[in-house]
């Protein structure tokens, strides 16, 4: 009976357990009346997937502002990742390219199979023990604006939300879809922006729930995505959702959005050749239909943001009082490069009037005309409108440029996009690692984080990183040294613009 007794016991010692273990395996954050359950991530952080922020841009919303849902209907389960926004298989060939430069499989990266236009949705990574408000750090993706989703592996947050900070990723309208307006009687347009918006309004009146500050949201973004977040610093309606912006390879630029009649005139060939005549056969039509209009009249359009009185201006006018972190890493154009590099040289100078001056700094840089072009091009395109952007501001500004080569990436240098499982902690396994990435890691994660924190990245225990001026650019190299860069990027930026 004893014995009985003890098993009966043992059996209620084991389901109370399991009932504890169920409760601490799904966390609940409560908003209002309605329970959003998470889970938690092997390190304990606590991670909450796939909760809408807008309407389903679907039907009558397709080609529409995003609309948003700041009021919670009911109870969500935010234990799986959203639907990737309509895109093509390019995020994964992107990756597959990187991984065959450094001597990985590429199969070890599968392809992207759940996409829906319903996929207005972010996720949140907050630790599980919050004491006080923590800022608020917000990534927006990149890929060109046609690519990228919010929960790509290096942008999970889970490592980052270690460091005290309430991590948040979030998804917008890609391509055709979410850049290219539509040449019909419709005067809406850039909805991806406006996705980006309606996302930062939802932080805004949600995030204190899940321990953030909604006084204290820095955006930071890599490529399209960087650009984006330009783009949102001349967008009237963002003023105020942010606060502090981190700016990675913005390649796009302050001043690259399209003219309103380029674009629709793109639009009007593109739509023509699909035989698509009207809005409503355009909201009939399967999203793959849209995604992939015929590549001879969209194949040269980039997908920018648009010029409009609502989501962007034509004429630079910042929301300048936001301190800036920006930079870009040295390699950006290397791993792009094909063909006669003695070509692609001649065609970047082409319309210098100082294009000896600019060749001799090139041969003083090295004999590698490879290397020359790539370092035209990084520079031209990534770290000088880098520059531009933060001589733009009246705010703090710190610039960097990203110089580590990982093992085994010697063909394809500090390349675009290499710094984002630094800041993440979030290394593939199919990249080489060793000590220095670690310790660039670790330092690279407390820059970003103590200036989402304060809007300045020193703190204790790390380099001294001062702030850029027009009387004292100074540069911090982030790399197999940190330190003030000494590779003389500012200059060769003036001569670019001579």
Not at 198 to 222: C, M, N, R, V, Y
Not at 297 to 311: I, K, L
Not at 386 to 401: K, T
Request: aromatic letters at 10%; a negative charge.
């Amino acid at each position: 009976m004893l014995h009985l007794s003890r098993i009966v016991k043992l059996n209620m010692l084991i389901l109370i357990a399991s009932s504890l273990q169920l409760s601490i395996a799904k966390p609940v954050i409560k908003v209002g009346d309605v329970s959003i359950t998470g889970l938690i991530e092997q390190n304990g952080v606590l991670s909450y997937r796939g909760i809408p922020f807008a309407k389903a841009p679907i039907g009558d919303l397709r080609f529409e502002h995003a609309r948003e849902t700041l009021t919670l209907a009911h109870d969500i389960d935010a234990t799986k990742f959203p639907a990737v926004c309509p895109q093509d298989q390019g995020n994964v060939n992107w990756y597959r390219m990187v991984a065959r430069a450094v001597g990985a499989n590429p199969d070890k990266i599968p392809p992207i199979e759940n996409v829906s236009e319903d996929c207005l949705y972010l996720n949140i990574w907050k630790p599980a023990q919050v004491d006080e408000k923590l800022p608020v750090m917000v990534w927006i993706y990149g890929g060109g604006n046609v690519n990228g989703y919010s929960h790509e592996p290096n942008y999970r947050g889970h490592n980052l939300a270690t460091k005290d900070v309430v991590v948040v990723s979030v998804q917008y309208r890609l391509g055709n879809l979410g850049f290219l307006p539509v040449p019909f009687d419709h005067s809406s347009v850039n909805w991806g922006i406006s996705d980006l918006v309606a996302s930062l309004k939802w932080i805004q009146k949600h995030i204190s729930a899940f321990g953030g500050d909604p006084d204290s949201i820095t955006l930071f973004g890599e490529s399209a995505g960087g650009g984006n977040i330009a783009t949102l610093m001349l967008t009237p309606t963002a003023k105020g959702l942010f606060h502090k912006a981190i700016i990675q390879s913005g390649a796009i630029g302050p001043k690259a959005t399209i003219d309103i009649d380029i674009a629709m005139d793109v639009a009007s060939k593109s739509y023509a050749d699909a035989g698509i005549k009207s809005l409503e056969r355009a909201r009939d039509a399967d999203w793959s239909t849209l995604l992939e209009l015929p590549a001879e009249s969209t194949y040269s359009y980039y997908h920018y943001p648009v010029s409009d009185a609502d989501y962007t201006n034509a004429q630079p006018n910042w929301i300048s009082d936001v301190p800036m972190l920006i930079g870009a890493n040295k390699n950006e154009d290397l791993m792009y490069l094909f063909g006669d590099p003695v070509q692609g040289i001649e065609r970047s100078l082409a319309d210098k009037t100082n294009a000896e001056e600019i060749r001799a700094a090139l041969k003083n840089l090295s004999g590698d005309l490879n290397l020359q072009l790539d370092f035209l091009g990084s520079m031209s395109g990534y770290f000088c409108p880098a520059l531009d952007i933060a001589e733009s501001l009246e705010s703090d500004s710190y610039i960097y440029n990203f110089t580590r080569v990982r093992p085994g990436a010697k063909k394809i240098g500090a390349y675009h996009g290499a710094e984002i499982p630094y800041i993440f902690n979030t290394h593939d396994d199919w990249l080489q690692s060793d000590e220095m990435d670690i310790l660039l890691t670790d330092a690279m994660m407390d820059y970003w984080v103590n200036f989402a924190r304060t809007g300045n990245p020193n703190g204790p225990g790390r380099q001294v990183w001062e702030k850029y001026t027009n009387e004292k650019p100074y540069i911090q190299e982030l790399g197999d040294r940190t330190a003030q860069s000494d590779r003389g990027l500012d200059a060769f930026c003036a001569l670019l613009k001579d």
